[in-house]
């Protein structure tokens, strides 16, 4: 796609010395919230609330860009980080220490693993992947204080569930934003060429907004009832 | 898939609940009263809601250092004021024999007072708090397991969840602590609900966890329903004067029963859950409208509202053990007849009769007419009806009569009057039921009903003379 196919406002955003990965990025995370919105009101796939999935997203999109299996490495670090801080709160847990300064023990760990797993990556595979930048890795770290919260809460199962859901609704929102598949490609193309119909997903959101149907997974929940008043 | 599709609209699901019965009911205020333990139980003891009885609380790190613990009972509870789903309970069953400061907990370990310490510590710092803000720690008594649920719980204490809407009782579950559970009575942690009759407050089904169907006590062959909630008039009106004095307008009202003070209120809930439908086998969003709009004046009027709405599970639980359908003494029918001919009417039950009549017209109507005109042209007047011939008359009227139709007769003893009469087959459908039935024919044209059926086709159903 040439400069010359993008919108005035686009060209013009250039000029004022914007980055066009970032602009691309501004104009996808409405469709990336949108996404994650659609994923938890209508499907009913929890997940760490809707900051989380949606910032993950955006990691795994940065993580794996020049081609579509690179999403390996953002799973790994997604997984590795997980583990090390489920496990940290395990051996943590018999020091006895208060919260604050347990998690700050519990993120150094985190930190170190993963500036480890980079190590070994760039070792065996040199794509450049090592050299990503600091900031969807960091992204990938703040999970960990949300799943400790939860894990806290709510218990290492359900922990382990909403996990493995924000997982899945991050390579879903991957799948269709990444520049590595054609349906990323064109909604990166449709965005730079026509970046007002983002804002479509405020009136779809509204829309949402007033829904009160079942979810999807609440008609699975409920389908012993159902069944059983019909 | 229509009916499926018809049926999910009795549900309520977590969009409705958030957007229709949360938002516009539960404000901000009331919401912020219910998940601060301690202002709501003040709030409630005010509104003479009996509470579990607060006996301290430690709300800094200076007052947890000189707090005094010779003043606690030997029983109590540790509770983080603004927890969630009973996370950093601990609840102390009595002090180690000839110590000061060790405990016993629940599950039988012991407890130093150190680690007591600690843990508080934990909840000040806000680790169990909703906001993970720092949060105070309280004591309160601990209740006392009522006889009632001995063989039922294990360990913890059970508790009632009621849902409040519009100062009427809607949907009420009773919750068991299990192994799985930990001791804890909430569904989530794999605790047991069992759905509640709200007229007679006696259990109908069960759920474990979410959604995991069960009719025993797990592990166990304790029998979850039909049992009588002590108590269930008075726990109904604690739970809507609890939701008039917290302004909480969809509540999920926890209530106990303690062995020796009965109904306790034990916690205001904002966001109720959504499995006591599945306890109860019966959705939430239906009553809620049937409640909408209604002016109740008293709590004792509310749970009397309640109790009308939806009472009755117990019949459809009756039916659906037995396969036999409830049925009042009267009820509307369709008969079929000769060459599918239907006709719609109003039937007496009635068990006090062994076979069952209709009416002559009602037979006319149904194709039989020819079977009535043949049968009147015997000459009846020679036979004497009594018990002893009664085999003989039959005999010998269907011999020497053929008439189409016409499979048996009736030889009727009554105070009334004796009477022989023709007999032919038909069809009949009540509450969804087809019985296919030997009837007589009479004269009914005084009587209320042109239909009467009897025991003999009543196999299949049970009769309750309130309906």
Not at chain 1, 62 to 72: L, M, P, R, T, V
Not at chain 1, 222 to 228: L, M, P, T
Not at chain 2, 227 to 251: R, T, V
Not at chain 2, 330 to 354: F, H, M, P
Request: zero cysteines.
């Amino acid at each position: 796609m040439n400069v010359t196919d993008f919108s005035p406002i686009i060209q013009f955003l250039l000029e004022q010395q914007l980055n066009l990965d970032t602009i691309t990025l501004l104009l996808l995370f409405p469709i990336v919230i949108t996404i994650v919105v659609v994923l938890r009101q209508v499907i009913g796939i929890q997940a760490f609330g809707i900051y989380t999935p949606s910032f993950i997203t955006i990691a795994f999109v940065f993580i794996a860009q020049d081609s579509f299996w690179d999403i390996k490495y953002a799973i790994a670090i997604y997984v590795i980080v997980l583990f090390v801080g489920m496990g940290m709160r395990f051996v943590l847990k018999k020091l006895r220490l208060l919260y604050l300064p347990r998690v700050a023990i519990n993120l150094t760990v985190v930190s170190f693993s993963v500036l480890f797993t980079l190590a070994v990556a760039g070792y065996f595979d040199r794509t450049g992947f090592a050299s990503t930048s600091i900031f969807p890795i960091l992204i990938i770290i703040m999970l960990v204080e949300k799943f400790v919260t939860v894990q806290i809460e709510k218990g290492n199962r359900t922990a382990i569930i909403l996990a493995i859901e924000t997982l899945i609704i991050a390579l879903i929102g991957y799948t269709i934003l990444s520049p590595t598949t054609a349906i990323g490609r064109y909604m990166i193309s449709l965005v730079l060429v026509h970046p007002l119909t983002v804002l479509l997903v405020i009136p779809f959101n509204i829309f949402i907004g007033k829904w009160t149907g079942l979810r999807f997974n609440e008609y699975l929940r409920f389908h012993d009832v159902i069944n059983k008043i019909k | 898939m229509f009916e499926s599709i018809r049926a999910s609209k009795n549900i309520l699901g977590m969009n409705a609940r958030n957007l229709t019965y949360i938002r516009p009911h539960n404000l901000k205020k009331a919401k912020r009263l219910a998940d601060d333990k301690i202002r709501s139980k003040r709030m409630l003891k005010k509104a003479g809601v009996p509470v579990p009885r607060l006996i301290a609380q430690i709300s800094s790190k200076r007052t947890l250092e000189s707090f005094d613990w010779s003043i606690l009972p030997t029983s109590f509870v540790i509770k983080p004021n603004k927890g969630l789903g009973g996370e950093g309970i601990i609840v102390i069953y009595g002090r180690k024999k000839g110590t000061n400061n060790i405990w016993i907990k629940s599950n039988g370990k012991t407890i130093t007072a150190q680690e007591l310490k600690t843990h508080i510590g934990h909840i000040l710092d806000g680790e169990y708090s909703l906001t993970n803000t720092p949060d105070t720690a309280f004591f309160e008594e601990r209740l006392k397991l009522s006889k009632t649920f001995r063989s039922y719980a294990y360990k913890g204490i059970p508790d009632i969840r009621i849902i409040i809407y519009n100062k009427v009782p809607v949907m009420a579950m009773l919750r068991l602590p299990t192994k799985e559970s930990g001791g804890k009575a909430n569904l989530q942690q794999g605790g047991v609900g069992v759905g509640i009759d709200m007229a007679r407050g006696t259990t109908t089904t069960a759920v474990q966890g979410k959604s995991k169907i069960i009719e025993y006590v797990p592990g166990t062959r304790l029998l979850l329903s039909g049992i009588k909630i002590p108590h269930w008039d008075e726990m109904l009106i604690l739970a809507i004067k609890a939701q008039e004095a917290s302004g909480l307008g969809f509540l999920g009202a926890d209530v106990a029963i303690d062995r020796d003070n009965g109904p306790v209120f034990l916690e205001l809930n904002a966001r109720p859950g959504l499995s006591i439908q599945v306890a109860n086998m019966a959705g939430l969003k239906r009553r809620l409208e049937r409640v909408e709009g209604l002016k109740i004046k008293s709590a004792v009027r509310g749970a009397a509202v309640g109790k009308n709405l939806f009472g009755g599970e117990i019949e459809e639980e009756v039916e659906s053990t037995s396969g036999k359908s409830v049925v009042g003494s009267v009820e509307e029918i369709e008969i079929i007849g000769k060459n599918n001919l239907k006709i719609k009417t109003k039937a007496k039950v009635d068990t006090g009769a062994y076979s069952t009549s209709i009416d002559t017209e009602l037979a006319k109507s149904l194709g039989f007419e020819h079977v009535i005109n043949e049968f009147d042209k015997i000459d009846l007047i020679n036979y004497e009806i009594t018990p002893k011939n009664e085999k003989f008359i039959k005999k010998a009227i269907l011999s020497e009569h053929k008439i189409p139709d016409l499979i048996d007769v009736a030889v009727v003893f009554a105070s009334s009057g004796s009477s022989i009469r023709p007999v032919v087959k038909i069809k009949f459908t009540m509450d969804k039921k087809t019985i296919s039935a030997q009837v007589n024919i009479v004269n009914r044209s005084d009587l209320k009903y042109d239909i009467i059926i009897g025991k003999r086709n009543l196999y299949s159903f049970l009769v309750d003379v309130s309906k």
